[in-house]
C-alpha cells in the first residue's frame, strides 16, 4: 500500500494489509447495523478503546476491507468528525448472521448515508442518548433493558376530529425514539425527544400537545401494552432547557422530563439529574 494511499480518508486502499476479523469486529459491524450510524468516538464508548489512534486504525482497516463505509462532517474546531455506515462487506456480514435479505440492508443503509448534515447530527445525538442508556444498564444489576424502538418504528399516523375545523384532520405521531426498562419488576415506557435548539416554542408546544392527545386517545395503550409512559427531552443547553420547560409548563405539568446532554455523559441517565415542569428539584427515572 502506497503512502498516498495510506492518507487518504475517502478512499479505500486498492491493496490493504491482510485483515482477520475478531470478535469485537464482528460486534463493531453489528451495533453500526443496529444504530444505523456511529461516529468514532460513540464507537470508542460502546467497545471500551480507551486509545484513539488504535481505534481509528482499527476502524481504518475495516474501511479499507469494505466492512464499513464512512463520511466525514466538519467540525468547529479541530479536524473533520468520522461518521460509520455499512459497507458492502459488512451488510453481506449482517445477511449472514442475522438471516436479513441484502436488499433490505442496503436500503437501509442507501437512507443514512443520503441523510443531509442537519439531520444526521440530531440523529448521532439521539445514538448518543441510546448509548448513555445502554451503559447504564450494563453497570446496574437492578435494571433490565426491555426494548428500544426507533424513530421508524415508532411512527404512527391517525385521524383525530378538529372542532375549529369542524373535520378529521390526520396527525403524524413521530418521537426521536421509544424506551423500556425493567426496574425492581416495575416496567417504564419512554419516548425520546433530542432537541437541538431548531425549533421555535410554537413549534414545541405543538408537539406537546400532540403528546398529551396520544396519551387520552388510548391510542398508546393499544400499541405498546402500557398506560405509564413519560416523554424525555434532551437539550445540548441549559438554557435550551429552561426555555422548553418554561413553555410546556403553559401546557401541562405532567410526563414530560427534561435534561442536557454532558449531565446524560457526566452523572448517567439514572441520577437525579431530570427536572419536571413546574416542579422544583431533580428526578431520577427510577421514581414513577
Not at 423500556?180 to 425520546?192: I, P, Q, V
Amino acid at each position: 500500500m502506497s503512502g498516498e494511499e495510506r492518507q487518504s480518508k475517502w478512499r479505500r486502499a486498492k491493496s490493504p494489509d491482510p485483515l482477520e476479523l475478531q470478535p469485537r469486529d464482528h460486534e463493531i459491524v453489528a451495533a453500526v447495523h443496529e444504530f444505523g450510524f456511529l461516529a468514532r468516538d460513540q464507537i470508542q464508548q460502546l467497545f471500551g478503546f480507551n486509545c484513539t489512534t488504535r481505534a481509528n486504525i482499527r476502524l481504518r482497516k475495516l474501511f479499507d476491507h469494505g466492512y464499513l463505509a464512512r463520511r466525514f462532517l466538519p467540525t468547529a474546531l479541530g479536524s473533520s468528525k468520522a461518521v460509520y455506515f455499512l459497507g458492502p462487506q459488512g451488510i453481506r456480514l449482517i445477511s449472514e448472521k442475522r438471516g436479513i435479505d441484502p436488499p433490505v440492508i442496503k436500503k437501509r443503509q442507501k437512507s443514512c448515508l443520503g441523510k443531509k448534515e442537519l439531520f444526521l447530527d440530531h440523529d448521532l445525538m439521539v445514538n448518543e442518548v441510546r448509548i448513555s442508556f445502554r451503559r447504564a444498564f450494563d453497570n446496574q444489576q437492578d435494571l433490565r433493558m426491555d426494548r428500544w424502538i426507533d424513530p421508524i418504528g415508532c411512527l404512527q399516523e391517525y385521524t383525530v376530529f378538529n372542532p375549529k375545523l369542524n373535520r378529521e384532520c390526520k396527525v403524524i405521531f413521530r418521537p426521536d425514539g421509544y424506551l423500556r426498562y425493567f426496574h425492581n419488576g416495575k416496567l417504564f415506557g419512554c419516548f425520546l425527544e433530542v432537541d437541538r435548539s431548531t425549533m421555535s416554542n410554537a413549534r414545541f408546544q405543538a408537539k406537546v400537545k400532540v403528546y398529551l392527545d396520544y396519551a387520552q386517545s388510548g391510542l398508546y395503550q393499544q400499541r405498546y401494552g402500557l398506560k405509564f409512559f413519560r416523554v424525555l427531552v434532551v437539550t445540548k443547553t441549559n438554557e435550551r432547557l429552561i426555555n422548553l420547560k418554561s413553555a410546556t409548563e403553559k401546557l401541562t405539568d405532567k410526563i414530560f422530563w427534561f435534561t442536557t446532554a454532558d449531565k446524560l455523559t457526566a452523572n448517567g441517565v439514572f441520577d437525579e439529574i431530570w427536572e419536571k415542569p413546574a416542579k422544583p428539584g431533580t428526578f431520577s427515572l427510577l421514581r414513577q
